[in-house]
């Protein structure tokens, strides 16, 4: 498969510190929100998602962050582990029936866990 | 399989060529997404299926791209004329539909790398 993130920006995390990936979204619309981690060759893989009436959700070893005045979002990885080496993305979502789940993704950020 | 299943898994074609891309999604998934990822980008959307039927075609780049799924399961991308630009990782996800049932999570595939030379 393709390789993806040679041109993300990249965090480099030391093993068991915790990571903190943001991502800023555009549509004020949006009502859903979804972090995805890929890693190289595969296809994005849900982490965790949270509403728009929410502005933290705890999830394992996971937290993500809705700052909707700033148009914000966050996700927290505690005790970051080397299998958490992967690009993440975020994606928002507006919550029309007719629309099924249509995300928008932002650019990605490509996480290193250093050992 | 438990899981979306694309094929193939890379494509190497000439500019010019006709391209056909399957999608086969996780058994009783109703809802169907073909996305588009180039290098270094996040998945863009290009359709979303509901059963058989296209209830969105808005991410298509141009009427060179098509895409059906005729009996409401697997689905076909099509790409004629294929030009370079083309060039990407074409992503099929599923998911439970509507979102209004559960979290609508998308269930994505491993991809097809598609290469017009």
């Known amino acids: 498969g393709e390789s993806v993130g040679l041109h993300l920006p990249t965090l480099s995390v030391q093993e068991g510190d915790n990571s903190i990936i943001n991502c800023a979204y555009s549509?004020?619309?949006?009502?859903?929100f979804i972090w995805y981690k890929q890693e190289s060759g595969k296809g994005p893989q849900f982490i965790i998602d949270i509403r728009s009436n929410m502005d933290k959700r705890q999830g394992q070893r996971v937290t993500v962050l809705l700052n909707k005045t700033v148009k914000h979002l966050s996700l927290q990885i505690a005790a970051t582990q080397p299998g958490d080496s992967a690009v993440y993305f975020c994606?928002?979502?507006?919550?029309?029936?007719?629309?099924?789940?249509?995300?928008?993704f932002g650019g990605g950020t490509r996480v290193l866990v250093k050992p | 399989g438990a899981g979306v299943s694309q094929t193939p898994s890379n494509k190497v074609t000439e500019k010019g060529k006709y391209v056909e891309l399957r999608c086969d999604p996780i058994s009783g998934h109703t809802a169907l997404y073909w996305y588009r990822q180039s290098l270094g980008q996040g998945p863009e959307f290009l359709i979303y299926f509901q059963g058989t039927g296209a209830a969105d075609d808005s991410g298509l780049p141009n009427d060179r791209f098509f895409a059906v799924r005729p009996e409401g399961s697997v689905s076909t991308l099509k790409i004629q004329r294929t030009e370079r630009g083309d060039s990407a990782v074409y992503l099929c996800a599923s998911s439970l539909a509507p979102r209004d049932r559960g979290t609508g999570e998308l269930f994505f595939g491993e991809g097809s790398r598609l290469t017009v030379l």
């Open positions: 549509n004020s619309a949006s009502d859903y």
């Open positions: 994606a928002e979502n507006i919550e029309i029936k007719a629309a099924g789940n249509k995300l928008t």
